[in-house]
Each structure stands twice: as structure tokens, then as C-alpha cells.
């Protein structure tokens, strides 16, 4: 009966139960006569046993619950990761805070290396979940926001950590993590990705050719700073379309310097298009994405056609701009790796509107903005994702690659 009730039964009502329950018991006693020490020490653990049952099915919790020690507190330290070298155990500094579901407490951690423990606050009655979020950090070598799994201790990854059949650890779809403090001490061990900045080449697929890149001598060089794409010829000639003419230019992006164990990713990348709007109909210019050109996909386009999906900074940082599409962070419930043996290609692909010769001053200009997670300006420790951060400014989150496709 407990059982197909337990959805409507609160605290108070989990409080009358156990109550009926021990007077039930004490009642029986009493008409079975004096009970013997056994029967008394039979009967404590049936009461108990059956509280813990009655515990478990009202608040959702299962296995036994964990002492959380005369102080309820939980010391806890939290390492991090690089889930993406292979041939060691690489760690590195993030920012990470944590803070109470239900608002009542926050704790941060900014050394995961060399962690100082921090006290949790502990509650076995009415456990409290903390939700981790990392800053991320732009750089060659930076931090990545999304949390991937956590080391188990015994050589696997895992995306979750449990205790006497109670989850105290487990990391979310959304690459963050839930941490329910039990015991006197943990050690929570992340996996993250280190993130890294963008270079890339691109090439020009109706006049099969790289373009030439206007600081280097070879079409096929990539570069990391943000220059122009010229033409198949040389790096000063510039690209002619013609009236109406298409354009297909594939740009294809690897980690700065062809680091290893790093990845352009972290949460998801906008391809962000601005041109001259009287010169080209960007409600027919389309973009594809693949991991070195396999599987060809479309990117979603979140501006500049009938998608949205733009946060509110991010709807102010573009509102001069033509078209913005987004790759995205997660395919299949993976976190998306484009690394050196990864690259993240995008092929663009349009029109000039008829009669429109695109000339010198109706270049295409692209920039690579990666998403990730800030501290936000809406309240203390409050830990924000996107792509643009909420200040005055809405500054991007990771450094962001531009690129001109230089046309005449």
C-alpha cells in the first residue's frame, strides 16, 4: 500500500507513518507478553528496516543512506582530467562552482591539480544537491566547460559514482555535474577536454584550389590569425563571382599549431556571416559541417532563416549581422571532438542575387565564435553558457577566428 501511495506522501506524512508503525510494533509486544532480549532486538530491526524502506520510497532515494558524521559536512576534493590524452594522466586548473539546488549554499574550487579540500554542507534526512559548473578558459592550451565523466579510481570512466546503491556523483547530459555530499569526506575525479584555439584553410571547391591566405605563400598553410582568403592564384589576387554568381568555399579547422589532446569544441561553435544583405539573398545560403568530410550535415541556422535559438546576448551581439548558423556540441550523446585527427570542416555555399556583381566592397566575412560558460553579471556565483557572455559588451566566450573571403 506504501508503495502505490508514495507519490502523493510529503515529510509530515513520511513522519505519521513511521510513527504508526513503531506503535504497532510496541503494541503488538505488549499483547504477546514481555518479549525476550532477542525478540526485542528482532523487533528494533524491523522497525528500522522497515523506516528505511519507507524513506526510500517517498523520497525517491534507494540503497542506504550514507552518516554524514557529527558536523554534516562533507570534506570534498575535486580533481580534473584530460580525457583526451591517451597515453597518460594529464591534469589541469579549472574554475569550478558548485551551488545548492535549492540556493542555500555555494562552493568553488579553482585549483584541480592541487585541490584544497572543501567542506560541503551534509544532510542525510533531506539530502542537498549541488549542481558544477566549469568556467571555461581561452587559449592555446584552455579550459573546456563540459565535464565528459568521472575517473572511477580503479582505471575506468564513469558517468556516475554511487555509495550503498545511493548516486552521489553523476555527470549530466548538459556536461555539468550533480554532487549529493554523504559521508565525512570525497573525491570527486573529473574528466574534462582541454580546449584550444582555431587555424584553419579553406578551400575554394568551384575553382578546385586552397585560396591563398594574405600572410602566407602556400594555399594549403593554416592560419590562425585573422587574415583574408584570396583566390587560388596567389595572395594578393581576390575571387570573382560574376553576376549571380555562386560561391563554395570549404574551410577546414584544426587546433592551433596541430596541438594534440586539445579540441576546438566546448560547447558547440557559431558560424557567424556578414555581407552585403542588397548583394546576397542569405535566406539561400547554406551551411554543411562534417568531421573531415564525412557524413555531410546541415548546420542549424539560427539566424537569417525561420530557426532561433540565439540567447539574449547573443541576439544583441548579432542583430547587425546576416546569418548565423551553429554546430553543435553533442551528436549522438557524445560531446563532439574535433581534433587534429578530427578536423571540423563547413562547406558555404550560395548566390549573388541576380544582377549583383559582388565587388571589392562585398566580401563575405566569417568568424568562428566557440561556446562555453562565464561567470554571469546577474548574480554572485552564478555561472551562465552560450557563446556570447551577458556584459555590456556580450563578449564572446573563447577568442574568436575571423576570416574575409576577399571578392572582386
Not at 545548492?100 to 544537491?129: E, Y
Not at 556523483?169 to 548538459?174: E, I, M, N, R
Request: glycine fraction near 10%; charge should be negative.
Amino acid at each position: 500500500m506504501l508503495r502505490n501511495k508514495k507519490a502523493k506522501m510529503g515529510g509530515a506524512m513520511v513522519f505519521v507513518v513511521i510513527i504508526a508503525i513503531a506503535a504497532l510494533v510496541i503494541g503488538l509486544m505488549n499483547l504477546t507478553g514481555s518479549p525476550t532480549p532477542s525478540q526485542q532486538a528482532a523487533t528494533k530491526e524491523q522497525v528500522k528496516e522497515t523506516v528505511v524502506e519507507v524513506v526510500k520510497e517517498t523520497t525517491g532515494l534507494s540503497g542506504k543512506l550514507v552518516d554524514c558524521g557529527s558536523n554534516h559536512l562533507t570534506s570534498t576534493v575535486v580533481n580534473m582530467r584530460n580525457g583526451l590524452n591517451k597515453t597518460g594522466s594529464e591534469t589541469f586548473d579549472t574554475t569550478i562552482y558548485f551551488t545548492a539546488t535549492d540556493g542555500s549554499d555555494a562552493q568553488s574550487f579553482s585549483d584541480t591539480t592541487s585541490p584544497t579540500a572543501v567542506n560541503f554542507v551534509c544532510d542525510k534526512t533531506s539530502p542537498k544537491t549541488y549542481v558544477g559548473k566549469v568556467l571555461s578558459t581561452s587559449g592555446v592550451s584552455g579550459d573546456s566547460s563540459f565535464i565528459t565523466g568521472i575517473d572511477k579510481g580503479d582505471g575506468t570512466q564513469v558517468t556516475q559514482l554511487e555509495e550503498n546503491g545511493v548516486v552521489y556523483a553523476k555527470v549530466t547530459s548538459d556536461g555539468n555535474v550533480e554532487y549529493t555530499p554523504t559521508g565525512s569526506a570525497k573525491i570527486l575525479n573529473l574528466v574534462s577536454e582541454q580546449h584550444s584555439l582555431v587555424e584553419c584553410r579553406s578551400r575554394d571547391m568551384l575553382n578546385d584550389g586552397y585560396l591563398f591566405n594574405i600572410s602566407g605563400t602556400s594555399a594549403q598553410a593554416y592560419t590562425n590569425s585573422p587574415g583574408s582568403f584570396n583566390s587560388t592564384v596567389s595572395g594578393t589576387a581576390t575571387t570573382a563571382l560574376g553576376d549571380g554568381g555562386a560561391f563554395k568555399f570549404r574551410l577546414e579547422c584544426q587546433p592551433h599549431n596541430d596541438l594534440t589532446d586539445v579540441n576546438l569544441n566546448d560547447r558547440g561553435i557559431n558560424y557567424v556571416l556578414n555581407n552585403t544583405a542588397t548583394v546576397f539573398d542569405n535566406t539561400l545560403i547554406n551551411l554543411k559541417w562534417s568531421i573531415g568530410g564525412d557524413s555531410w550535415k546541415d548546420a542549424t541556422k539560427i539566424k537569417g532563416g525561420a530557426a532561433s535559438g540565439m540567447t539574449l546576448a547573443e541576439d544583441s551581439a548579432y542583430a547587425n549581422l546576416e546569418a548565423v548558423w551553429r554546430i553543435p556540441e553533442n551528436e549522438g550523446g557524445k560531446h563532439l571532438v574535433f581534433d587534429s585527427n578530427h578536423e571540423l570542416w563547413m562547406l558555404l555555399e550560395g548566390n549573388a542575387k541576380t544582377g549583383q556583381n559582388p565587388g571589392a566592397t562585398d566580401n563575405l566575412d566569417v568568424s568562428l565564435e566557440t561556446g562555453g560558460c562565464f561567470l554571469s553579471t546577474g548574480g554572485t556565483n552564478l555561472v551562465k553558457c552560450g557563446v556570447r557572455q551577458d556584459d555590456v559588451s556580450n563578449t564572446v566566450v573563447h577568442t574568436a577566428q575571423i576570416y574575409t573571403y576577399d571578392l572582386s
